[in-house]
């Protein structure tokens, strides 16, 4: 039964924000039986969990992440006991998350937690370093892609509706931020895996970029 051991497969899947990682990832996850470790949700809810709390640089963050594991009940992200799923996909958290990433005794925390998660198999990862840093033995790696203009143009379709004040112009200027941010980071920057597949998305569905992520899945499952 090849598909059988699809489901237990480990795929690791990066890119920029806005890349439309999130829907992707839901998809394949629901076509191949795996689950999925969002794991910026993860940067996003520690620099909320800090924010609430006041603290502030490396170590604090670390400390906070090390005592606050974040944890997925089906859809919801619950950090220290709080169900801050809709509070953490906010601008502003995004920019706090984006700031936290670059402390590597976060990103220590973070890893290692992501790493003990994932470690039976069964699971879709997606993020900026989890092709790189958290399981390069995955059993498939994907670099999604595409442009900034229309990463942006996605990024403001999905907050407009809560900030209908936000122009294009401020979202694609906070993506080219966060891009410049991620990728020029020391400690693991947003880069591509050597072997990683890299699946361009402009002018796809999100079914369609799901579809040849399924293809690629299964392809290996078959060799
Ligand atoms: O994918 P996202 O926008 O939810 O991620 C929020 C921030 O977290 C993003 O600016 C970069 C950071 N991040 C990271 O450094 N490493 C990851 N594996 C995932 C996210």
Not at 152 to 172: A, C, H, K, N, Y
């Amino acid at each position: 039964m090849p598909n059988a051991r699809v489901s237990r497969f480990v795929i690791a899947m990066d890119g920029p924000s806005g890349a439309g990682k999130s829907t992707v990832a839901a998809l394949v996850a629901a076509r191949l039986g795996l689950r999925v470790l969002d794991t910026g949700a993860m940067y996003r809810a520690t620099a909320w969990l800090a924010h609430r709390e006041g603290a502030e640089g490396e170590q604090a963050l670390a400390a906070l992440a090390l005592a606050h594991p974040v944890s997925f009940q089906g859809s919801r992200v619950v950090i220290a006991d709080t169900d801050v799923s809709e509070a953490i996909r906010t601008l502003e958290v995004g920019q706090a998350a984006s700031l936290a990433s670059t402390f590597p005794s976060l990103r220590r925390a973070l890893v290692g937690q992501q790493r003990a998660v994932v470690a039976q198999g069964g699971w879709i990862l997606e993020g900026r370093d989890t092709t790189t840093v958290v399981v390069p033995d995955a059993d498939l790696k994907v670099f999604l892609t595409a442009s900034i203009e229309e990463r942006g143009r996605r990024r403001w379709v999905q907050l407009r509706d809560e900030s209908p004040s936000l122009t294009l112009q401020t979202v694609v200027r906070e993506v080219v931020e966060r891009d410049h941010r991620d990728y020029t980071r020391a400690d693991s920057p947003l880069e591509l895996a050597e072997d990683a597949e890299i699946v361009e998305t402009f002018g796809m569905s999100a079914e369609g970029v799901a579809d040849r992520i399924v293809a690629l899945a299964r392809g290996i499952n078959a060799s």
